[in-house]
């Protein structure tokens, strides 16, 4: 199957909140209190988008009691980045999951820019987003649904 070509990607970022630690907590930050979350979505649209949501936090384990720990969230924002691809097949919804790889793989490249610079200032940009393994990711959220090395979107 041969890899399809798509226009600049476009990011939209659907929610956003960033807080500043110092104001809020008041205590000095230790980074091993920091729990970070990532989450991912994929979809395929008519009119020939490849959709990827995205959500990250970052959050600070505030206190630990016998009920359970309380997290401040420091960061989270979610994020949609589109690919319209250019001349898919006709109602093409089978995609190589090394392509869809590559997809996920540049959103993220995307959001990291778009972190380290909407935190520039805060304590949470000492932090920066890991590394992903976006073959793995995808191959471990939808190992359901690939065959053959080959992803088949629903056809919502």
């Given at each position: 199957m041969k890899n399809i070509q798509y226009k600049v990607p476009r990011?939209?970022?659907?929610?956003?909140?960033l807080r500043d630690f110092?104001?809020?907590?008041?205590?000095?930050?230790?980074a091993k209190k920091?729990?970070?979350?990532?989450?991912?979505?994929?979809?395929?649209?008519?009119?020939?988008n490849i959709e990827i949501f995205i959500h990250v936090q970052y959050a600070y384990l505030d206190k630990k009691t016998k009920k359970g720990e309380?997290?401040?969230?420091?960061?989270?924002?979610?994020?949609?980045?589109n690919f319209e691809l250019i001349k898919p097949a006709k109602n093409q919804k089978t995609f190589e999951v090394?392509?869809?790889?590559?997809?996920?793989?540049?959103?993220?490249?995307?959001?990291?820019g778009y972190y380290d610079n909407i935190t520039r200032g805060?304590?949470?940009?000492?932090?920066?987003l890991p590394v992903f393994n976006p073959t793995?990711?995808?191959?471990?959220k939808y190992e359901d649904l690939i065959k053959k090395n080959l992803l088949t979107f629903s056809s919502k």
């Amino acid at each position: 199957m041969k890899n399809i070509q798509y226009k600049v990607p476009r990011l939209k970022t659907v929610n956003i909140e960033l807080r500043d630690f110092d104001y809020y907590i008041g205590k000095k930050f230790d980074a091993k209190k920091l729990d970070f979350d990532f989450d991912f979505m994929m979809s395929y649209k008519k009119l020939s988008n490849i959709e990827i949501f995205i959500h990250v936090q970052y959050a600070y384990l505030d206190k630990k009691t016998k009920k359970g720990e309380t997290f401040f969230p420091v960061y989270h924002s979610d994020h949609i980045v589109n690919f319209e691809l250019i001349k898919p097949a006709k109602n093409q919804k089978t995609f190589e999951v090394d392509y869809l790889a590559h997809l996920l793989g540049t959103a993220i490249i995307m959001i990291k820019g778009y972190y380290d610079n909407i935190t520039r200032g805060y304590i949470i940009n000492k932090h920066p987003l890991p590394v992903f393994n976006p073959t793995e990711m995808i191959n471990l959220k939808y190992e359901d649904l690939i065959k053959k090395n080959l992803l088949t979107f629903s056809s919502k």
